[in-house]
């Protein structure tokens, strides 16, 4: 590693970026992205009920000028993770399309997030430097 901000020496000649992220990134962006992606649906889900107490029983529009800012801020964020892990984890182009298209209907960011876990997309838990070391450092144990 070079320095102390964790880039690797490593670069790769075409693209003069980084030839692989540190384990630590790996494990950071797939944090980042489920946490977006779950609270991208917990907004969904505050807007729609917003949206009901507006249209359907017409009491008041406070649920909607609550979270429809909180959905909209929300949203962009899960956009962005969306790009970070296509480069981070080296996603096609289809798997990018498939994670922001998963933002226009309600709640399927967790369906997409679930799925694309089960499939190794999101990398694998755990994958951080200290993991590693703490992992290593246990002593096993022996039941008598």
Known sequence: MSGDRGRPDT???????????????????????????????????????????????????????????IHGGIFIAFVLSCFVAWRVFRWSLTTLALALLSSIPPFFTVVFEVLADRRGLLGTPGTGDADVQSASAKPSRQDA
Do not use: C, Q
Not at 32 to 51: C, K, P, Q, Y
């Open 11 to 69: 670069v790769d000649a075409v693209t003069n970026s980084p030839a692989a992220p540190a384990p630590a990134s790996h494990a950071r962006t797939r944090t980042v992205f489920r946490v977006v992606a779950f609270a991208e649906a917990l907004s969904w889900a505050g807007l729609l009920i917003g949206m009901y107490f507006k249209w359907i029983a017409e009491t008041t529009e406070v649920g909607v000028k609550i979270f429809g800012p």
